[in-house]
C-alpha cells in the first residue's frame, strides 16, 4: 500500500521560509501526478501546486511566485520550498499522488486543481504569525 508521510510544517513569522517534504513508500513517484493541498479552517481545500516534471509545474495564483514545488525521484520525496510566508498562508498542508499524468494535472486560474488522487498525506501544520 502506498504511504504518503509529510513533514517540515511549522510556525514562522511573516516573510520567513519553510520547506515542506513529503516521502512516498516505494518508488511510486515515477510516472505520478503530484501535488501540494492547503485547507485553512472554515476554509475549502485549495490546490496550491501540482508536479509533472521539472519543467512542468503549475501554482496557485496566491502563491505563485513565492512557493516551489519539487521533487526528488533518487528518494521518492516531494517537496514544497515557501518563501516570504504570509498570515494568509496558515493552514494544514497536505501531498497528494495520482499515478497517471491527464491534463487536470494542473493548478488552473479559477478553477484550481481538479485532478483526483487516490493517495494523500496526514497533513503537516504551517502557521505563519505577525
Known amino acids: 500500500q502506498v504511504q504518503l508521510v509529510e513533514s517540515g510544517g511549522g510556525s514562522v513569522q511573516a516573510g520567513g521560509s519553510l520547506r515542506l517534504s513529503c516521502a512516498a513508500s516505494g518508488s511510486m513517484y515515477s510516472n505520478y501526478c503530484t501535488a501540494w493541498f492547503r485547507q485553512a479552517p472554515g476554509k475549502e481545500l485549495e490546490g496550491v501546486a501540482a508536479?509533472?516534471?521539472?519543467?512542468?509545474?503549475s501554482y496557485a495564483d496566491a502563491v505563485k511566485g513565492r512557493f516551489t514545488i519539487s521533487q526528488d525521484s533518487a528518494t521518492n520525496t516531494l517537496y514544497l520550498q515557501m518563501n516570504s510566508l504570509k498570515l494568509e498562508d496558515t493552514a494544514m498542508y497536505y501531498c497528494?499522488?495520482?499515478?497517471?499524468?491527464?491534463?487536470?494535472?494542473?493548478?488552473?486560474?479559477?478553477?484550481?486543481?481538479?485532478?483526483?488522487?487516490?493517495?494523500w498525506g496526514q497533513g503537516t501544520q504551517v502557521t505563519v504569525y505577525s
Open positions: 508536479f509533472i516534471s521539472d519543467v512542468n509545474t
Open positions: 497528494a499522488a495520482e499515478d497517471g499524468f491527464t491534463p487536470r494535472c494542473r493548478v488552473v486560474a479559477g478553477r484550481g486543481l481538479e485532478q483526483d488522487f487516490a493517495y
